[in-house]
């Protein structure tokens, strides 16, 4: 068997929409044309992609790890044959939450004047590499380790750890916060895109619960209701101030490790320049 781009699009849009009958809708064709097509594509590859024992349909392990390289594909093949793009490509640089922290607009500034053949386009994508992986984007600033297959990765630099607190809790009266005082506490986890976990605390001194959440947005309402307290960087602070909630530095946290991710396999041509640059604003901080 051939395999063809309307392969990998009909499992993408099996695995976005949970059932075939929507799927094949989405694509205008038929159900049975559909799960052709996705036999045929498991059969290639020789591994189930979808589990069929619900109504709604869910990956499997080999589906999931299998999206985001089929994402990936459909998004490099799009990107190749846009004709906006033909003349000037943008440099697509993702970030989760804090992009370059107080570097930002230094890095946008200096690009624009020093590059201006190469629009560089700042996208906040919540998401562990803040796109990369799913082809979104042509790099990213991302905060904490990367361990995601076929990424190249330049440290960049460190930033302290900081506790956000309920503008009204007592612990905001403090100057600096350590981890044992945030220890009776519930700590609020950004679990698709933060890099704190429970695992930050020794484990006889960690939270009394936790409180998951999707995004920063939901990061900073949950903690300025007063339903628990976070674990950031200092960037955090910088870029998303909120009256409901107080930053103090955690003094005994070990610091993030900002990095400059990009694809090792085809590159956007730039990377390079911004690798430069961002080591420059980096030293001159």
Do not use: C, K
């Not at 559909?34 to 024992?53: M, N």
């Amino acid at each position: 068997m051939v395999l063809e781009l309307r392969h990998l699009r009909a499992f993408l849009a099996i695995a976005e929409e949970g059932n075939v009958t929507r799927a094949a809708a989405r694509l205008h064709l038929t159900q049975p044309a559909v799960s052709r097509t996705l036999a045929a594509l498991e059969t290639h590859l020789g591994a189930r992609l979808v589990d069929r024992s619900t109504h709604h349909l869910s990956l499997t392990p080999e589906g999931r790890a299998f999206r985001d390289r089929a994402a990936s594909a459909i998004a490099a093949f799009d990107a190749a044959v846009d004709p906006a793009r033909l003349r000037h490509r943008p440099l697509r640089l993702g970030h989760a939450w804090s992009a370059f922290g107080p570097y930002t607009t230094p890095l946008l500034r200096r690009w624009q004047r020093e590059h201006p053949e190469t629009p560089l386009e700042l996208l906040r994508i919540d998401d562990r590499t803040a796109g990369l992986v799913r082809g979104d984007v042509d790099a990213a600033l991302l905060r904490g380790p990367v361990d995601a297959p076929g990424l190249a990765t330049e440290e960049l630099t460190t930033e302290p750890r900081v506790a956000a607190l309920p503008a009204d809790s007592p612990l905001a009266e403090r100057p600096g916060l350590t981890l044992g005082d945030l220890a009776t506490e519930t700590v609020v986890l950004n679990t698709v895109s933060g890099t704190t976990g429970l695992d930050l605390w020794p484990p006889e001194d960690r939270p009394a619960g936790s409180l998951t959440v999707g995004n920063t947005d939901d990061w900073l309402t949950a903690i300025a209701a007063g339903r628990g307290i976070g674990v950031s960087s200092v960037s955090t602070a910088d870029m998303h101030p909120h009256p409901g909630v107080t930053y103090r530095p955690l003094t005994d946290a070990p610091p993030i490790h900002v990095v400059l991710a990009w694809r090792d396999t085809s590159p956007h041509p730039a990377t390079p320049l911004l690798v430069a640059l961002a080591h420059e604003l980096a030293r001159e901080g």
